[in-house]
């Protein structure tokens, strides 16, 4: 499909929920301390700018950098944010006019506005009625991005093929010795990951030895400390091409080990293949965190975090894979989402295993190929 025609038809879908729910103009906004990759996902532009779509079908973009928009944009109208003394109430009021939305018409802002700033936006707009709503067409945006369309899929595929590369490449330095820190680990994934042509990484990575694989996420997020050493050490860390993030975590269990770590690799490695079976079209979520927690529940222990989220455009978005009465996703074909069931214990430290999966109309296909690995 051309680019084009991507955004174009992404676009088109918004318009028809639009019209049907009597909103003349969506404002989406991509700005530093309120950052939505929507913008990207409607537009093809990078970072930082406003979006406006109008339900006469028109697309605005109000970038900060206007060259990058001519170069990476893909909608009707830039219009300069200096326009408008890079102000962003005074934009929206500006193209509102501009494209002339109809007084007394609806005009939704992000959800997560803060109060004073849509006061301001009440203010400034008083021919508009002004919405600023938990459950508007943003939860329309975020169904929409839960579910990956072709060329979407060929982007995390680009990503989860690098990410493979990477952990290929590490647990050949870690057996070889070239590594020894979390630091050198770090580094590797970085260097590695903009040599492939990504982006960078999709986060901060996590790496952490034996003394602080018990954290979920450690903190620091890696240290010059040994990596791998004795014991349980913790690998997290994702990759992101063209916008698209990948998520992986990798377990390097170095023996000898205690009973009791034995124990935690065996509970996840378990755990990751029953719940890899209810990761299908149809099977509600949380069936498969109730699945793990059960299997961790008879062994006496618990996990302390969802079992799995979506990838995209962010690094952490819908679906949800967790145990909560208020979960109500259900698997369906293109969706992409983590699978990380992990232990943690103070003494013994953690053990996590995850992948990114896609779900098929057949069941899903693991797009990357992290393992638990063992060394010596």
């Known amino acids: 499909m051309d680019e084009i025609d991507v955004y174009l038809r992404r676009r088109s879908e918004i318009y028809t929920w639009m019209a049907r729910n009597s909103i003349a103009m969506v404002v989406l906004e991509d700005t530093e301390g309120r950052r939505d990759p929507a913008v990207r996902y409607f537009s093809g532009h990078p970072s930082d700018a406003l979006l406006i779509l109008t339900i006469t079908g028109h697309c605005v973009l109000c970038p900060w950098d206007e060259n990058l928009a001519y170069q990476k944009a893909q909608v009707d109208v830039v219009v300069p944010y200096t326009d408008f003394g890079r102000h962003p ?3 929206i009021k500006g193209i509102a006019e501009q494209v002339g939305a109809p007084h007394r018409s609806r005009i939704e802002i992000p959800a997560v506005t803060p109060y004073p700033v849509f006061l301001r936006y009440v203010e400034a707009l008083p021919e508009y009625d002004v919405l600023c709503r938990e459950t508007g067409v943003h939860t329309e945006i975020a169904r929409m991005r839960s579910i990956k369309d072709e060329t979407e899929i060929a982007l995390l595929e680009k990503a989860c093929a690098i990410t493979n590369d990477i952990m290929d490449r590490i647990e050949d330095q870690v057996r070889s010795g070239k590594i020894a820190t979390e630091l050198d680990v770090a580094l590797l994934i970085e260097k590695e990951a903009r ?18 694989s018990w954290g979920i996420h450690a903190f620091p997020a890696y240290t010059s400390g040994a990596f791998p050493a004795q014991g349980l050490s913790i690998l997290d860390f994702g990759i992101k091409f063209e916008g698209y993030s990948s998520d992986v975590t990798m377990t390097f269990a170095s023996g000898p080990l205690t009973t009791a770590q034995e124990k935690q690799i065996t509970l996840v490695e378990k755990a990751y293949k029953a719940a890899l079976e209810i990761y299908k079209p149809g099977n509600f979520t949380r069936d498969a965190s109730l699945k793990v927690d059960e299997i961790f529940r008879k062994a006496k222990k618990t996990m302390p975090h969802g079992l799995g989220h979506g990838i995209g455009l962010e690094p952490h978005e819908g679906p ?3 145990n909560r009465e208020d979960n109500d996703w259900v698997f369906e074909p293109g969706m992409a989402v983590t699978l990380e069931p992990g232990l943690y214990d103070p003494k013994h430290g953690g053990c996590r295993l995850e992948n990114s999966i896609l779900i098929t109309e057949q069941g899903n296909r693991p797009l990357t190929r992290s393992r638990i690995v063992r060394l010596g």
């Open 89 to 91: 109430v005074a934009a």
């Open 320 to 322: 949800a894979v967790r």
């Open 195 to 212: 040599k492939a042509g990504a982006e960078g990484t999709s986060f901060e990575t996590l790496a952490a030895g034996p003394s602080r």
